[in-house]
């Protein structure tokens, strides 16, 4: 279940030292890091009952309690020392602060938190809104987090291929989602890295659409998207699949939305901000007279969750592309009662531009 943690001492050392030199900016004496996924990034931690206290002079402290003891033991990178809190938690990370401005996760901490925390430290410690800088770190993956969502990427070209072998045609979406799921954890996956989506007929004109306990009829396309969790790491991809011989207006979208996703694929490329890859596919559907049924982002970075930085969207999305960077690429044209066509890619951000994790053909598939 819990697999080793960090890779090397190497690794987490790294990381730590980037911790280190982005204190500097914000000039602060130290840095709360809490929350699973940042906590595994730094610590090698896989729950997020703990917390860890990373200070400018070079100490980096761990705390859990009586239940992770062993687990902490195991999976801490040997650069944290260690601390079992017997009370709040809370209150074992206020008394590991060192004096002077310390940054806490303004992003996920609550009000309720911040108060008890502010209330625990006193005049002694000036906490600062420093929220999204573990983030950061973690958009750029290196090779072993690469290595990782690109197995997490094959596991699921491989239920496409089960999936399609199967086919569709009379089966309810929810079966189909539920087999999938019990399929992607017989080949290894630790869990499904979100709810699949199995959306047919007009269902697929919901972006976000619930598998119902309805049969998928011939004649209709079917959307599904679905990831894996493995070895901590999510891996995302959508196709869309004709059941029975298709519409002519159902081939000419799915056309236009793989035309839209070449494009930006074509466009992925370090330097470019998330938002100039999102204009360069998006414009393929508005040329097409579609913009208005495209109404989501064209994609997200994937990594120890499903949804994190960089995005490719309209807004919000300046940040600029770096080479390490792992992003979707997911146009979709959804025409509400009618029908809805969806395809992505994982990929990842490579100097000459995006090289893909997902290799399911994205030909328009006619199955049973
Ligand atoms: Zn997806
Ligand atoms: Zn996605």
Aim: net charge negative.
């Amino acid at each position: 279940m819990s697999s080793a943690s960090v890779e090397d001492a190497t690794v987490g050392s790294t990381r730590l030292e980037r911790v280190r030199e982005m204190l500097a900016e914000p000039s602060l004496d130290a840095l709360i890091v809490a929350g699973a996924a940042n906590l595994r990034y730094l610590t090698g931690f896989t729950s997020s009952d703990g917390g860890a206290v990373i200070a400018a002079d070079g100490s980096a402290r761990f705390l859990t309690d009586f239940r992770y003891q062993t687990q902490a033991r195991q999976q801490v990178d040997p650069a944290f020392t260690q601390e079992i809190v017997a009370g709040e938690l809370l209150e074992g990370l206020a008394r590991a602060l060192p004096p002077g401005r310390v940054g806490f996760d303004d992003v996920a901490t609550s009000v309720h938190q911040l108060a008890r925390l502010r209330e625990l430290v006193g005049e002694r410690v000036e906490l600062v809104a420093a929220g999204g800088l573990i983030e950061r770190l973690r958009a750029v993956k290196d090779a072993g987090e690469l290595e990782r969502i690109a197995a997490a990427a094959a596991l699921v070209d491989g239920i496409y291929e089960w999936l399609v072998e199967r086919g569709f045609g009379g089966r309810q979406e929810r079966v189909v989602a539920l087999e999938l799921e019990h399929e992607m954890r017989l080949r290894g996956a630790d869990a499904p890295s979100f709810g699949s989506i199995v959306a047919s007929g007009a269902h697929g004109a919901l972006p976000h659409a619930e598998p119902r306990d309805v049969a998928i009829e011939r004649g209709t396309l079917v959307t599904v998207d679905i990831g894996a969790l493995l070895d901590g790491y999510c891996s995302d991809c959508t196709r869309t699949f004709a059941v029975g011989e298709p519409t002519a207006q159902a081939r000419e979208i799915y056309q236009l939305v793989l035309a839209a996703q070449l494009a930006g694929l074509d466009a992925v490329a370090p330097g470019l901000e998330g938002r100039a890859v999102d204009a360069l596919a998006r414009a393929v559907i508005e040329d097409a007279g579609y913009g208005e049924c495209f109404g989501h982002g064209l994609g997200h970075g994937v990594g120890l969750e499903i949804h994190e930085a960089p995005r490719l969207a309209r807004h919000g999305a300046e940040q600029v592309l770096r080479v390490g960077n792992v992003v979707t690429v997911e146009p979709g044209v959804y025409l509400p009662g009618t029908l809805g066509v969806r395809i992505e890619d994982l990929v990842v951000v490579e100097a000459e531009g995006a090289r893909r994790f997902s290799h399911f053909t994205k030909e328009l598939l006619v199955v049973e």
